[in-house]
Every structure is written in C-alpha cells, then in structure tokens.
Nanobody, 124 residues
Framework: QLQLVESGGGLVQPGGSLRLSCAAS????????IGWFRQAPGKEREGVSC????????KHVESVKGRFTTSRDNAKNTVFLQMNSLKPEDTAVYYC?????????????????WGQGTQVTVSS
C-alpha cells in the first residue's frame, strides 16, 4: 500500500519547537518533490513549504520564513519539517504530500499522495 505517514505533532508552548516527519511506505520518495501543507479550523489548506526532489531547493511561505526548515533524507525515505519559534497562529493540522516532479506545485491537485495529517497546537 502506497502511503505517507506524518508524525511529530503535539502541544507546545509559544516559542517552542517541533520536528515533523513524513515517511513513505510502499514507494520511494527519490522521484518526488514534497510539500508541507496545513489547515486550521475554518480555514483553507495552506501551502507551508516545499522541497525539491533532489533536496537542493526549498521554499517556505512568508509567514514561516526564518522559523521553519525543510529537509529530506532519501536513504530513510523521509522528509522533515523543523519548526522553531512557534506561534499560536501556527496551530493547524499539518499534511505532507508528494508529487512526481523535480519541483513542487502550488496546486493541491498536483499531488498524488497525501498523509493523514498530524495536529500541531501552539498554546500556553
């Protein structure tokens, strides 16, 4: 079965850090660009970051620049989202998604595989 599984979410105080993981099973991530998305209650799904297939290029939405870092370890078939200096407005369900291309797309429909999501809550 081809699937992505996110982990690492949880409850953290403002200013804290979390590291999300996105692990693939049933297929190799070597051929896929990976996007991270998030969706807060009552809001549309938002693209957070993207890492190219080779790992040589990353993009982050303006609101997380300087705080979030995206990386990948193809040997472990896993992509990571390191989130530092977390703010209450970062609270959301975070999803990873894979598209078979060198670079990510801004369009959700371009992604073939999605994880089930992991909850991140930033609150004191």
């Amino acid at each position: 079965q081809l699937q992505l599984v996110e982990s690492g979410g949880g409850l953290v105080q403002p200013g804290g850090s979390l590291r999300l993981s996105c692990a693939a099973s049933g297929f190799t991530l070597d051929y896929y660009a990976i996007g991270w998305f998030r969706q807060a209650p009552g809001k549309e799904r938002e693209g957070v970051s993207c890492i190219s297939r080779s790992g040589g290029s990353t993009k982050h939405v303006e609101s997380v620049k300087g705080r979030f870092t995206t990386s990948r370890d193809n040997a472990k078939n896993t992509v990571f989202l390191q989130m530092n200096s977390l703010k209450p407005e970062d609270t959301a369900v975070y999803y990873c998604a894979a598209m078979r291309a060198e670079y990510c797309s801004d369009y959700v429909i371009s992604y073939a595989y999605w994880g089930q999501g992991t909850q991140v809550t930033v609150s004191s």
